[in-house]
């Protein structure tokens, strides 16, 4: 059987977790998270907090992608750690949902920021913009189709202009005297329970921002020197995020003041950055934003179509997926079965119209992979003390406990304040149960 080969180096793959990371949350999430908070610096704080937290799962996930990389990731090495059922669940998780829905979305909030800057024909529910959306799914993944060479060239381009754009906006409202000090006093004081709550509440917000930067493990067989390169790219492109979030939220607050976030979500068609760049520049200001956002939601759907795509590839490749899956393209080495039969998927979702509510749905239930992946960490130290280990996660075993401990109480929290949306999250990884049982006992080799 054909195999992928190695061709990413340490730069290319800091540049793929970066851009599958930033997309449209950034620059929306800030009015929920305002309406749940009333404050500004609560706010920022928040990105701070989910970052550092994101980290904290970064650093602990790049010990077990450096000791066992490979194309899939978590489900790779799951099957080392839980067993193959709980890598199937995690994969069938991700084919089923997770992953495409988040390609949906991605697809879509593009279509409607292209729609903004260049109105589409009105067509009854959406359909335009569904199409286009459909479109993006194609073209992206042929891209992906012809070589990862060139889909990583096309993100690391976007990746440039994106971080650019970012860096531009940052210091065009730090020297704007629209910005006011004043903008940064609290609307409303909470404590106790309230603030946990309400700060809990808003973190679904800005993780959802961070959502993907364990996507890099996807391709851990296609990395140079994986050992070595995976652990830095995942740091790196981590933090990278990290800074742009944090700057770009200190410059929202700066720029309007807390109580205008709150009032937009009654607005759910308006986008805070976008207001923010209206502040600031009129309606040239207002078109720069939606550009940037383009270019954000261009590079994440990309990227996603190129990671994810490795998971149905490994899980096929184990007889744990459609036998097809598994083809690799004799010219241009991309598991080609695999990325169509992900892109078929993700358009399928996006004529649903459910993407929205599924992605919403399982925000909460991907962190039960993600602390598996933590506490996998503690487990294989103690199960296997003697194998070679290039990364060690730093501050161990306090970092991936940290970690395990916040994505618990998340799980947790979720049940009691959102019960049926966990269930039904629940149930949509459940579903794969009578899929597993009917595959082959055991993986090939």
């Given at each position: 059987m054909s195999k992928l080969q190695p061709k990413i180096g340490l730069h290319s793959a800091t540049f793929l977790v970066v851009s599958v990371i930033i997309g449209s949350g950034v620059f929306k999430k800030i009015a929920p998270m305002a309406a749940e908070l009333g404050s500004p610096l609560l706010v920022v704080g928040c990105w701070v907090i989910a970052g550092l937290i994101s980290l904290a799962g970064a650093l602990s996930t790049a010990e077990l992608v450096s000791l066992y990389p490979n194309s899939g990731g978590e489900y790779h090495y799951f099957q080392k750690i839980y067993g193959r059922f709980f890598a199937f669940l995690y994969g069938w998780s991700s084919f089923a949902v997770i992953k495409t829905a988040a390609i949906s979305a991605l697809a879509y909030i593009f279509a409607q920021s292209f729609n903004s800057l260049i109105p589409l024909p009105e067509l009854a529910d959406n359909l335009s913009i569904k199409l286009l959306a459909s479109a993006l799914i194609i073209v992206l993944t042929y891209i992906n189709y012809r070589g990862i060479k060139e889909a990583e060239l096309f993100s690391r381009l976007l990746t440039y202009a994106?971080?650019?754009?970012?860096?531009?906006?940052?210091?065009?409202?730090?020297?704007?005297?629209?910005?006011k000090i004043e903008h940064f006093q609290a609307q409303k004081e909470l404590d106790g329970w309230v603030l946990i709550k309400a700060l809990m509440v808003a973190s679904l917000g800005a993780f959802w921002g961070y959502e993907g930067w364990n996507n890099i493990g996807f391709i851990g067989e296609e990395i140079e020197q994986p050992k070595r390169n995976l652990p830095i790219a995942l740091t790196l492109g981590t933090l990278i995020v990290i800074l742009s979030y944090v700057a770009l939220n200190l410059v929202f607050v700066y720029v309007l003041p807390i109580d205008f976030f709150i009032s937009l979500t009654n607005s759910p068609n308006k986008i805070a950055a976008v207001e923010v760049a209206n502040a600031l520049g009129g309606?040239?200001?207002?078109?720069?934003?939606?550009?940037?956002?383009?270019?954000?939601?261009?590079?994440?759907?990309?990227?996603?179509?190129?990671?994810?795509?490795?998971?149905?590839?490994?899980?096929?490749?184990?007889?744990?997926?459609?036998k097809a899956a598994a083809s690799v393209h004799p010219s241009y080495e991309t598991p080609d079965m695999a990325l169509i039969i992900q892109g078929v998927?993700?358009?399928?979702?996006?004529?649903?119209?459910?993407?929205?509510?599924?992605t919403d749905m399982l925000v909460f239930a991907s962190f039960l992979f993600y602390g598996s992946s933590a506490l996998g960490v503690i487990i294989m130290r103690y199960r296997e003390p003697d194998l070679p280990r290039v990364y060690r996660v730093w501050g161990y075993p306090i970092i991936p406990l940290i970690f395990v401990f916040f994505c618990a109480a998340l799980f947790i929290l979720t049940l009691f304040n959102q019960p049926r949306e966990a269930c039904f999250g629940l149930g949509l990884i459940a579903s794969g149960i009578p899929v597993y049982l009917f595959l082959p006992k055991k993986s090939s080799d």
């Open positions: 994106m971080l650019i754009g970012i860096a531009g906006l940052v210091i065009w409202g730090v020297l704007s005297p629209v910005g309606s040239a200001g207002m078109i720069l934003v939606a550009l940037l956002i383009l270019m954000t939601t261009l590079n994440a759907t990309n990227s996603t179509i190129l990671m994810s795509a490795r998971i149905l590839y490994a899980m096929a490749r184990d007889r744990m997926f459609f998927w993700a358009i399928a979702l996006v004529f649903s119209g459910s993407f929205d509510q599924l």
